[in-house]
């Protein structure tokens, strides 16, 4: 039961922390300023979240590891986020849908995890709860203002939509770790979050005016530790201080 609940929490702990990392690069970087402080918000959102979820993570491991252990020194094998969230930021476009796309996912998913049996994950998911419905609508709302805006943004929006609907089979994939642990009461079944995921992500793309792409699997899983190039150069930043200087402080 502790590794499974290990590997679970550690799952949804590196789901909020490798997209916050990507939503830091941003920082300076948006359109607009306004744009710039709400993604970077967001991005505060899921680090506070990561850090909840991955000192818990090292209490029910037992070896002495906690949140930075767990952030910074851990290999690009063990690492265990949907591939989704460590897709390039690319355009704003491609931004953006990314978000939307996990954001729809992340509200179904803590709605769930606020009634599980564990209290510590619970409570986690409650508060993320209150987050993500502010990141949706932050993220639902640019979704149909560029879909549903000049032609050149309603392309770049279907582009993006287009790549990063691959990755979305992923999210709602259960293997035995996750099987086991929705018959504990634990876990939040995927077959659950994708009715309601769907139903939110045909009334936003309706609505903006873009097409739902045909589904298409991707072959690598990142919760399984299978992961393409573009995490290895996103920890090789993040992780860069505490391995050059192990166990600096400030």
């Keep these: 039961m502790s590794t499974a609940r290990f590997t679970y929490v550690l799952r949804l702990a590196d789901a909020s922390l490798i997209l916050g990392q990507r939503l830091s690069e941003l920082v300076g ?13 967001i991005g505060l959102d899921l680090l506070g979240q990561a850090r909840f979820l991955l000192t818990y993570a090292g209490e029910i491991e037992g070896k002495g590891r906690g949140e ?10 063990d690492f265990l986020n949907p591939t989704l969230v460590e897709q390039p930021n690319g355009d704003f476009a491609q931004t953006l849908v990314r978000q939307f796309l996990f954001d729809a996912w ?10 599980s ?4 994950l619970a409570e986690v998911a409650a508060k993320g709860v209150k987050e993500t419905r502010y990141h949706l609508r932050y993220s639902a709302g640019w979704m149909v203002r560029l879909g549903d805006g000049t032609q050149e943004s309603h ?3 279907q582009l993006a939509l287009d790549q990063l609907w691959q ?3 992923e999210l709602f994939d ?8 929705i018959a504990d009461g634990i876990a939040a079944d995927p077959a659950a979050i994708r009715q309601g995921w769907d139903a939110q ?3 936003v793309l309706a609505e903006a005016t873009l097409q739902r792409p045909a589904d298409r699997p991707y072959l690598w899983q990142g919760k399984r530790g299978q992961h393409g190039e573009h995490l290895g150069r996103l920890l090789a930043e993040m992780q860069y201080l505490q391995r050059t200087y192990p166990g600096a402080t400030w």
Excluded: C, K, M, W
Aim: hydrophobic share 40%.
């Design 155 to 157: 392309d770049r929006v």
């Design 117 to 120: 049996a564990d209290s510590r």
């Design 167 to 169: 990755y979305t089979h």
């Design 106 to 115: 992340q509200l179904e998913l803590y709605e769930r995890l606020s009634q």
């Design 201 to 203: 992500v045909n009334a």
């Design 68 to 77: 930075d252990a767990l952030a910074f020194l851990r290999e690009h094998r």
């Design 29 to 41: 970087h948006s359109p607009a300023l306004e744009e710039d402080l709400g993604l970077a918000n």
């Design 174 to 181: 259960a293997d035995a770790i996750e099987r086991q642990l």
